[in-house]
Structure formats: C-alpha cells, structure tokens
C-alpha cells in the first residue's frame, strides 16, 4: 500500500490576478449582451474560451459570477431613484424620466459577487 501524502494548495497572488481577469472578462459579457444582444454571443464565448484553455486560469472561473454580479449593482445604483417616474426641472429644461426597480438587481448583484467571492476562496484556501 501506497501511503497518501497530503497536498498543500496555497492561495498566490497570481491565482486572484486570474480571479480578477475573469471578473473583468464577466462584466464585459454582461455588459456586451445587455447592449449588443445575440451578436454578443460569439465574442463572449471566445472571451471565455480562450482563458479556460489554461488550468491555472480555469481554476478562478468563479469571477466570472462576480463580474456579472458587479454589473448587476451598476444596474442597481443607476436605477436608484425608481422604481416610477421622477420629474425634474432646471432653469433652462424640464423632463420626466421612468425608472425600474432597483432592488432585484441590488439582491441578485450582491448575491452573485458573494458567491463568486466566497467559492473562488473556498477553491483557493489550504487544502490537507
């Protein structure tokens, strides 16, 4: 019989740098299917084909879902003022301008980055 030793995984700064390269890479996805649509869909899967191809890059997939969670709370923070419509005036112009309700997009934001967070860590921490 074989004995097993223990394997010792720490967490480096390169595998964060990786974490954030896909956080980048998701807000960019996100952000490119909300503006762009179904055109979108072929330069985010090469986004995200390309870095998965690297084991130490696959390892931090997880920002993906901060990245997507971080544009969640743009969302959320510029639909602040809603859900409804707010009228405003200034000297020169007037105008009403009709918002959504931010709170979905606050919860499912901060829900996604916790979990992006709390998995990349969990992936990443000492292993015996």
């Known amino acids: 019989m074989k004995s097993q030793g223990t394997t010792v995984e720490r967490t480096t700064p390169s595998s964060w740098g990786a974490f954030f390269l896909w956080v980048i890479l998701g807000a960019a996805a996100a952000f490119g299917l909300v503006i762009f649509g179904s055109p979108a869909l072929l330069a985010i899967f090469l986004g ?9 890059l696959r390892r931090s997939g997880f920002g993906v879902l901060t990245g997507v ?23 020169t112009a007037s105008g009403c301008d009709q918002y ?15 979990v992006g967070f709390v998995a990349h860590a969990r992936r990443m921490r000492v292993r015996s």
């Not at 995200?48 to 130490?56: D, G």
């Not at 969670?69 to 000297?91: D, I, K, N």
């Open 69 to 91: 969670g971080a544009m969640s709370l743009y969302v959320a923070y510029v639909q602040r003022r809603g859900p409804g419509t707010v009228c405003w005036h200034t000297a």
């Open 48 to 56: 995200v084909l390309l870095p998965s191809t690297r084991r130490a």
């Open 100 to 114: 959504a309700d931010p709170w979905p997009w606050l919860v499912a934001g901060v829900a996604l980055v916790v």
